[in-house]
């Protein structure tokens, strides 16, 4: 879609004209049309992906106690981070980083 409403702009419809038929905001095709005149194109936004893991710096840990105990649940895990490494990290993001490290 920011190709078509990026071709409508350059053939000179309007700001107002673009969103009404695309179905976007002012705001949107304004931002979309002053990216491409600053940069030349107009990529989508990277979603996600883009933040480290509070356990980047300890990963040897979890790999340790898992290897120790393999039967121990996501919620004990999280307990020792808070307990043993002083990182607060939610279930998800605890399996999501252990997921990563091939241990779920």
Same mark, same amino acid.
């Given at each position: 879609?920011?190709?078509?409403?990026?071709?409508?702009?350059?053939? &000179?419809?309007?700001?107002?004209?673009?969103?009404? *038929?695309?179905?976007?905001?002012?705001?949107?095709?304004? *931002?979309?049309? &002053?990216?491409?005149?600053?940069?030349?194109?107009?990529?989508?936004?990277?979603?996600?992906?883009?933040? *480290?893991?509070?356990?980047?710096?300890?990963? *040897?840990?979890?790999?340790?106690?898992?290897?120790?105990?393999?039967?121990?649940?996501?919620?004990?895990?999280?307990?020792?981070?808070?307990?043993?490494?002083?990182?607060?990290?939610?279930?998800?993001?605890?399996w999501h980083r252990l997921r990563r490290?091939?241990?779920?």
């Amino acid at each position: 879609m920011l190709q078509r409403i990026i071709a409508a702009r350059e053939r &000179g419809e309007g700001t107002g004209g673009g969103c009404k *038929r695309f179905g976007v905001s002012r705001k949107s095709v304004e *931002r979309f049309w &002053g990216e491409y005149c600053r940069t030349g194109q107009c990529l989508p936004k990277q979603i996600g992906g883009y933040r *480290r893991s509070r356990l980047a710096k300890h990963d *040897r840990r979890p790999q340790d106690w898992i290897g120790a105990e393999p039967d121990l649940t996501l919620v004990e895990l999280q307990q020792r981070c808070r307990a043993q490494l002083q990182v607060s990290i939610g279930i998800t993001a605890l399996w999501h980083r252990l997921r990563r490290l091939g241990l779920s």
